[in-house]
């Protein structure tokens, strides 16, 4: 065998600059299927933390695109083609990581390691799927400082607890609204940076259950403390509504950004 000469500088190559080529080989292979015209993501500017630049994307003329993926490539690829926000979300990685859909396989562990990786190798900002926060307000203060410390923007808080989407279980509960509520004050007092946003989603109109009750729980949610709601399966011509009552923007997806615009969504779900 033929080795390599000592002073060779590709024979010990650090770990830091390997990974950074290793990246860069990665990111041209992505930009070679780039969307035409897709603008690139923009870079964070000195100083402004995850959650400030989170928030200056809200309240402009078309709201901002979220994408939900569920490995770093995934993340890496949405933002090379222009999505302003990703979602490190647990039905995405349970799909990526096992195979099978949001079953209640993931873990806290699981969640806040996988948004801790994908915020090593993205700039734009993240929402974190923190399911149910992990129990109690207890856990869920603990989640949050654990979602910020990892470089979450946004930590999404849900008010489903238990295995979810086991069709034919008696799992999977719609907790009661006060509970919730310490949940989000929790949230509130966790937060280390003030700019943190704090996604409240209230899955009733998911489970089954009455919209209005969605958006009573929701504007409940926000006066606790919550800056953005999420109420999935609510209908596109309600969304208004929901903002009027809650008095936050709403995440959400529709079939266009016109529509989304007309709706006035403050986050679009693709």
């Known amino acids: 065998m033929h080795s390599k000469p000592q002073n060779d500088p590709t024979l010990k190559p650090s770990r830091r600059r390997?990974?950074?080529?290793?990246?860069?080989?990665?990111?041209?292979?992505?930009?070679?299927?780039?969307?035409?015209g897709r603008a690139t993501a923009a870079q964070p500017s000195g100083g402004d933390s995850p959650g400030a630049?989170?928030?200056?994307?809200?309240?402009?003329?078309?709201?901002?695109?979220?994408?939900?993926?569920?490995?770093?490539?995934?993340?890496?690829?949405?933002?090379?083609?222009?999505?302003?926000?990703?979602?490190?979300?647990?039905?995405?990685?349970?799909?990526?990581?096992?195979?099978?859909?949001?079953?209640?396989?993931?873990?806290?562990?699981?969640?806040?390691?996988?948004?801790?990786?994908?915020?090593?190798?993205?700039?734009?900002?993240?929402?974190?799927d923190a399911d149910d926060g992990g129990g109690n307000p207890l856990n869920v203060y603990r989640t949050v400082q654990r979602m910020e410390k990892a470089g979450?923007?946004?930590?999404?808080?849900?008010?489903?607890?238990?295995?979810?989407?086991?069709?034919?279980?008696?799992?999977g509960k719609i907790?009661?609204?006060?509970a919730m509520v310490d949940k989000v004050h929790a949230a509130v007092d966790a937060r280390r940076d003030d700019d943190l946003v704090l996604l409240v989603r209230s899955d009733v109109v998911a489970d089954g259950g009455p919209l209005e009750d969605a958006l009573e729980r929701v504007t409940s949610y926000a006066e606790a403390g919550g800056d953005l709601i999420f109420v999935p399966g609510i209908p596109l011509d309600q969304c208004r509504r929901a903002v009027e009552m809650a008095g936050k923007p709403i995440l959400t997806g529709a079939p266009s950004l016109a529509a989304a615009r007309d709706a006035g969504v403050g986050v679009l779900f693709v």
């Not at 907790?175 to 006060?178: A, F, P, S, Y």
């Open 18 to 36: 390997f990974i950074e080529s290793a990246g860069a080989v990665t990111g041209a292979a992505f930009a070679t299927a780039a969307i035409p």
């Open 175 to 178: 907790l009661g609204r006060e």
């Open 53 to 128: 630049r989170f928030r200056q994307l809200l309240g402009g003329d078309d709201p901002p695109y979220c994408v939900n993926c569920g490995d770093v490539a995934t993340a890496r690829l949405a933002e090379m083609h222009g999505f302003q926000i990703v979602m490190t979300g647990g039905s995405a990685l349970s799909f990526s990581k096992y195979g099978i859909g949001d079953f209640g396989m993931i873990t806290m562990d699981d969640l806040v390691e996988f948004c801790g990786r994908t915020a090593d190798r993205i700039a734009t900002p993240i929402i974190a």
């Open 152 to 171: 979450a923007a946004c930590v999404m808080i849900e008010d489903l607890y238990g295995a979810k989407h086991l069709a034919g279980y008696d799992e």
